[in-house]
């Protein structure tokens, strides 16, 4: 990390802010330059707070040389993170698939999706108990019952399960969860991140609206920095002008976070889109980026989901979109 | 609300709409023009999901006549609503500026600030205990410390206190705060909404970084269909491609508001600009705009806060602010 | 396109109303529900003004069946245009790459360049002469100089070219240009439109930094509807508020665009990232998507480019992704 | 302007870069820190393209301490520039409403315009007669015929007249407009800045649609740089994921431009909301945020307009802003 500081800034003020660094553990490095005077700082900068530091009066500029994400960051931790769910590995090269729909809705639903999903390859099973809507009046899910609904699916099925959190004290009821969801609006719900960061659960934490990906990367940071490393990160689209499409879908997402972190990328072409004629061309494409993954929405009827069913595909669909994606995993090996 | 059929729609299916709409209470009147067919909704539409209906195959449209929000509905409740927080009145008329430290860090700080910002003419003192910071090495705030020294700080000014909960699980340590602020990362943390909507607490909204005045007015109604109706909403500046600014302050939002709902609507130029020397011009602005308050972040040593002091005013600062706005209140009337 | 009355609306003002669309050359056709009225016109609505129409005080909504742009537009036109270009074909089924140097910098430096990328499987060569650049300070091309560089490359590797022209005086000096490129600041410079759809040259429309694809079709229509049919649409990044890329690359462009329109789709990876890196990567994933061709910035010494080094590929690194995105290709069919 | 080398720059690659800046005339200090080299670069680097020289292999960052914009900025010019347009004083404590409708339509509806406005308090009359429409089908303006209009107008009420250029080739029929606007999508047809710069007409710049503070003082620099220094700068909304308003009013850019530039700065709330009752709140905001001006849509018979109707005032309307708007600027002296 090097701080520049400004011109004027007298000898008791360089003096006074080096002292806080060392307190803070860091070795300081001071190099007087003919401009400016630039500190050095070695040590654990993770926990220097850029925007206090900035605020001084006599810093000029903050720069770090290491990001402020450290367990989540590629710099020390150079090979890709696999994750294991029960044996489905995704990152390093391993490719996963989850599908499912959007909400559970009745026990026929679930199974039925379950096992053509299975068929048409996919390699986990996602369905929401707990959904987050922006009006309290539209249906906010199952929930426990969805919960046992999902069970009976991965007891038929093997599959492991794939389903939203959005409160901790939930947190006992996703005991047979195996992977459990953060939603985009929840990504910087930090009370929540750190909950789930205390358990063993692998967590697939999904981009906000309108979050960078370095906050991306800083609400991992709070998962990792509870002790819990198995984190999937995903790009399910930002909030731009445009308005044909839902969101828009940044794939760039998917190099860029491969290249800052060492985490897996799945890429949910169906909540960006919002529209499912959109979904297989995304889907293509993110893998074409080099994703670990998709989350596919699909539904035995989509045109009677109880919610998001614009975007579900069909189990037919759904088989094509996996079998063309296969072919351009293929090719680009 | 209004649903436009597709020209292909059967009979059958038809029927079969008509029907799920009266199971879910509605009278429906269907209207068969030469073009379209039109079902007119009677009822209470509130409950009815937009994009459930809208996403079946044999309809074109749907239009909402009235807003799926009915308790923030300025429709439903002509007159402005004030709130009144310990005898501080806001909304209807009554302008109050809430002023205060981002954090509170010790007790001379808060003190301090305190007295200064009510000499000034502030009626609420604002300070955070808990912090939401993007990075897990960030200060997270004094917690409950912090808000014991609030609370000293109440009893010697007898301002009313506004501050941040993160977690429904602290419920139990603002039974003296007057005022629970719901920040912009969790305005769609539908959990939390729901909570400090079964309390009798007054509640601060603000607006998420990428969120519709829409999606705000249904995170209101979170709390209210919860039957809290002590809402102040608060404008804090959206994310947009500019980076001059921290954020982009929407001003528009203040009249807009005002027309969509009868609750009372503060401005923070203070986050939103990120800016000290940019936040007295926007505070004017908010009030020239028709804002019924404003909150200013106020620090006694601003380039020592530990958090957000490249924003902070100093408590003269605020002094002069105060004043100019109390004028342009005046020029208003 | 159909107009929806307001329920006050008197026979008087229907009457006026639809006198003054009869006068437009359209037919009315009246359909009177129990709820509002219905204006039904046929004819060539694209003349029709919507906002004009949605302003009057008896109009609650209006809405187009067809939309606004009729020569762009898929549905008067379902094949796919194919562009010929001195006989190399875009569209289609028929994938392209356009190739190049951002500037024109010397006769070495393009000669090179286009025998590279000749070499490596490019179809076209881009360069430019004429720079729109943010600063009045920065280098602006080599203008006329550039032109003729680009014509001598053109006679010794016989590629077509492709340059950005800025003001419509300059046409003359495009005699032998294949492609004309508009570049994304000037989506919307309609004059300019104008001016080349009265040419005969091959036009490839960037799509503008903060413009819908409805105004990007809109743009096509300004063209076309000029006379000249040949147009190529580019996505080349969007403006959002992620900064780690330079723009962010809409890829569901590509489907959207091959939905709405029957245009050929290029996308132009370069500019959209900004980082070489990045480029074949989103390469990869364009032609995943659907697109018709991308745009790539090559450079023989990208550290001394004049201008947009950072983004561009060495003839090498070029070669290897014109060998994926085939792979890639092949996948597809 | 500051330039920091990385740290394995070579002597050789050093020595090369130090000669290159010296070629662009610009002294050069070197100074050696324990980090890093960076060279300090004395003289007129406005020429120096940041691009450029950061996309150096051997170059870390880039930074400068004079911003690329030199004579709009204010460090070089300290005082208010004050224009004067016939009489009319726009800029160093001088305040002036422009009002007027869109379009030129008619010669009743013009000339009563300019009357109304007139009595109302307007200092300058706008009218539109070269029209920028999304749509070639759409309404573009009277042109020739429109200007003529425009100069009766201005015979009857002695009222400077503003109004919009889109083409150079234009020039001629400008001969008695006082103020040439150019548009929201021309701000960065860099053709067009040129030849309005060549000219001794007060120009009105409007911010585009997707363009930063920085970029709008840049285009600003083209018109200068030719030396034209007659230059209004004008905030008209931005475009963001809101669409309550057509777009985002970001009256923050008041006080960011009169910090940054000398120039006057005036706001635009018609176009920026594009609805007729948020005019006035808008306006009000404005003012207190220190605008120098306003630019304000009226229509005798705003229901009527052949565009933009809905955003527009009628004259009595528009004396109550103008009366509101004088109460403001009172209050703030």
Redesign the interface.
Known sequence: M?TVLKNGATEEQKNKLIKWFEQQGLKV?V??????T?L?LVGDT????D??V????IVD?I?RVSE??KRANRKFHPEDTVVDVNGVRIGGGNFAIIAGPCSVESEEQILEVAEGVKAAGASMLRGGAFK????????QGMRAEGIELLEEAKAKTGMPLVSEI????HLHLFENIDVIQIGA??M?????L?AVGKTDKTVLLKR???N????LL?SA??IM?EGNENVILCERG????????RN?????A???LK?LSHLPVVVDPSH??GIA??VE??A???????ADGLMIEVHNK?????????QSLTPAQFAKLAE?VR??R???N
Chains 1, 2, 3, 4 share one sequence.
Do not use: W
């Open positions: 090097i490095h190099s007087e330059g003919e401009y400016q630039i050095g993770t926990q220097i707070d925007e206090l900035g605020s001084l009066e500029a720069k402020p994400y987050p809507r922006t009006s309290p009046y539209d249906f959005m409160n901790a004290n609006r929840n910087q719900n930090f009370e929540l750190k906000g609206l309108a960078t990906l370095k906050e800083m940071e709070y920095s930002i909030r731009t002008f445009e308005t044909f499409t828009t879908l940044d794939l760039s998917v190099p860029a290249e960006a889109t004629r959109m061309p995304m293509m494409a993110a893998a074409a980026a080099g989509p045109e009677e989901a109880l919610c998001d069913g614009k063309r072919k351009i293929e090719a680009m």
